[in-house]
């Protein structure tokens, strides 16, 4: 029988795989939700995927033919990193059919969750991370809990007068406003704010754009002016 990934929770053990930031991050959970393995490789995304992976099923003594579900980041963040995770995703599953049940997060949304978890009464703020120049994916925090992920521009931040944080890239193009507050990216906290996995049939990507997300800017929604 067919396992609706829908209406499943993630069967284990699972191993979540992140390449979206500066070092890639490999996991495995067991049936408590527990981290059985944890690892983190530097280095180029290429040489770094599968010393990852091998060094976390190793101390988790398992393997991949073992693995039943993969969790992953769909980013915003490397794209050689994220693209590598997904095309290794695709091939295991194909290789090991059973393991081919996907949940998928939100790096800016992992990270804007825990800054939320982290700064009891954060009521409103701004996290943002590259995407080009002049551009930036980012986040707002609403009465202490993150929305969508979006893009503004540089105009939108230097009129943005609430707590700012800034995620850094593994390439960045530009600097952060100077009132902007560095926050370090932690996968391996995942287990934390585990609402944020959601399932998904399919492998795929995040996609920054403005032709894809409206362009967010910091007015306030007003009336329309009668005529």
């Given at each position: ?6 209406t499943t929770?993630?069967?284990s053990?699972?191993?979540?795989i992140d390449?979206s930031?500066s070092v890639?991050?490999?996991g495995v959970?067991?049936?408590?939700g527990?981290w059985?393995?944890?690892s983190?490789q530097?280095?180029a995304p290429?040489e770094s ?5 091998e060094?976390?099923?190793?101390t988790?003594?398992l ?7 993969f969790?992953?980041c769909?980013?915003p963040?490397?794209v050689l990193?994220?693209r590598?995770?997904?095309m290794?995703i ?5 290789l ?12 800016l949304q ?15 703020a701004?996290?943002i991370?590259?995407?080009?120049k002049?551009?930036?994916n980012a986040v707002?925090i609403?009465?202490?809990q ?11 931040i ?5 707590p700012l944080y800034?995620l850094?890239?593994?390439?960045g193009?530009?600097q952060?406003p100077?009132n902007?507050t560095t926050v ?5 906290r995942l287990t934390e704010?585990f609402?944020?996995p959601?399932p998904?049939a399919t ?5 920054s754009g403005?032709?894809?997300f ?7 929604h007003?009336?329309?002016?009668p005529?």
């Amino acid at each position: 029988m067919e396992i609706d990934p829908s209406t499943t929770p993630p069967a284990s053990p699972t191993l979540v795989i992140d390449g979206s930031g500066s070092v890639l991050f490999a996991g495995v959970l067991g049936s408590n939700g527990n981290w059985l393995a944890r690892s983190e490789q530097a280095g180029a995304p290429l040489e770094s995927l599968f010393p990852a992976i091998e060094a976390a099923l190793d101390t988790a003594r398992l393997t991949l033919a073992d693995i039943r579900t993969f969790i992953y980041c769909e980013g915003p963040g490397s794209v050689l990193g994220l693209r590598l995770c997904a095309m290794a995703i695709e091939t295991w599953s194909r290789l090991h059919p059973q393991s081919a049940h996907y949940y998928v997060y939100n790096s800016l949304q992992l990270a804007a969750a825990l800054i939320c978890l982290d700064t009891p009464g954060l009521e409103q703020a701004l996290l943002i991370s590259d995407w080009k120049k002049g551009i930036w994916n980012a986040v707002k925090i609403r009465n202490g809990q993150p929305s969508v992920t979006e893009v503004a521009d540089d105009a939108a931040i230097a009129d943005w007068t609430e707590p700012l944080y800034h995620l850094p890239q593994r390439k960045g193009w530009q600097q952060p406003p100077a009132n902007a507050t560095t926050v370090e990216y932690r996968p391996d906290r995942l287990t934390e704010v585990f609402h944020l996995p959601r399932p998904t049939a399919t492998v795929e990507l995040y996609a920054s754009g403005v032709n894809v997300f409206q362009k967010w800017t910091p007015e306030r929604h007003r009336a329309p002016t009668p005529s």
